[in-house]
């Protein structure tokens, strides 16, 4: 593990495009029957940016292993929760499966499952998307308006496994209630901060 901050891509970069398998499909809902069988949500099928245009969208890179993941995993339930009716959450993993299987999609289902996520979880398997991110960590959160430009990168909070702090999302809430509310985002963020990317032997870029 190498302790990496996120590149911090410049506010206002258009969202870049993807169309990515789903690893997970619908989830139950809690005291309803089964999900609907709906084809474009279920394992496998592809998800495409442009099916996600029109309100604000918040794009989370991580992966089954990573401490740092694992620390915020309930924080990330807990931003669905309270902001999934209002605008769209998607997970992307990146990481090597050459170097780090249980970050494949058999892993991510299971971790999405365990946490009771219902947002779409997507596999970035050649690694392509991480790159027009600049992603460079998991956790990497990028958050965009409903034009489809950047608002936020950076950390959820300033908690950090050990260091004692609640995990309450304190930064990203505040520019989810701002952006939601039609106001300004704040323009002082702090990077991300969590395990490197994991890219393919040899094909990191500059900034991994």
Known sequence: MVLTPSTMLPLGTPLPAF??????????PTGQGP?????????????????LAGRPLLVLFLCAHCPFVKHIEPEI????????????????ASNSILTHPQDGPEGLRRQA??????????FDADQHIARAFRAACTPDPFLFDAAQRLVYRGQLDASRPGNGLACDGR?????????????????????AIGCNLKWHPGQAPAWG
Do not use: C, K, M, T
């Not at 069988?37 to 940016?49: E, I, R, T, V």
């Not at 339930?77 to 992307?92: F, K, S, T």
């Open 77 to 92: 339930g807990r931003l669905e929760r309270d902001y999934g009716d209002h605008l769209g959450i998607v997970a992307i």
């Open 171 to 191: 930064d990203l809430r505040a520019a989810l209630d701002a952006l939601l509310a039609g106001d300004p985002v704040n323009p002082e963020q702090q990077p």
């Open 113 to 122: 499952e365990h946490q009771g996520w219902r947002f779409p979880y997507l």
């Open 35 to 51: 999900a609907a069988a709906d084809p474009a949500l279920s394992a496998g099928a592809p998800l495409d940016s442009r099916d």
């Open 19 to 28: 169309r990515l398998p789903r690893v997970n499909g619908p989830a139950r």
